[in-house]
């Protein structure tokens, strides 16, 4: 018996939320935000049990850890970019870390 590679929540959004009057189902809205809310922790979560087992890795690898950790580096990055309270409402290119241009050619 081993473990499962991915953890699936049968969770889904309310099927009656209507995003252009959403407040002409209150409890629809309030089930949506709940469901809204519900995907972030899932999300911030996993972001924290990788950064987990990167710490480990830095710790194991010691001075090969740049080699030996760089999926674990990606992962991370990719699951904490766009999580994170506050933006919500943001484009994903604008979660991401600033692009430098290159200004002498």
């Known amino acids: 018996m081993g473990r499962k ?3 699936e929540f049968d969770e889904n959004p309310p ?3 209507d995003p252009n009057n959403p407040y002409a189902d209150p409890v629809a809205m309030l089930e949506f935000r709940e ?3 519900r ?3 899932i999300k911030i979560e996993t972001a924290k049990i990788i950064r987990e087992r990167l710490k480990w890795c830095y710790r194991i690898e010691g001075v090969n850890h740049l080699q030996k950790c760089r999926h674990l580096v990606e992962q991370y990055l990719d699951a904490t970019r766009g999580i994170g309270w506050g ?3 943001r484009p ?3 979660h991401g870390p ?3 241009e290159n200004q002498a050619e």
């Open 87 to 89: 933006k919500d409402h």
């Open 5 to 7: 590679k991915t953890v």
């Open 92 to 94: 994903p290119e604008l």
């Open 35 to 37: 469901y809204l809310v």
């Open 15 to 17: 099927d009656d939320f």
């Open 39 to 41: 995907e972030k922790w």
């Open 98 to 100: 600033k692009k430098v």
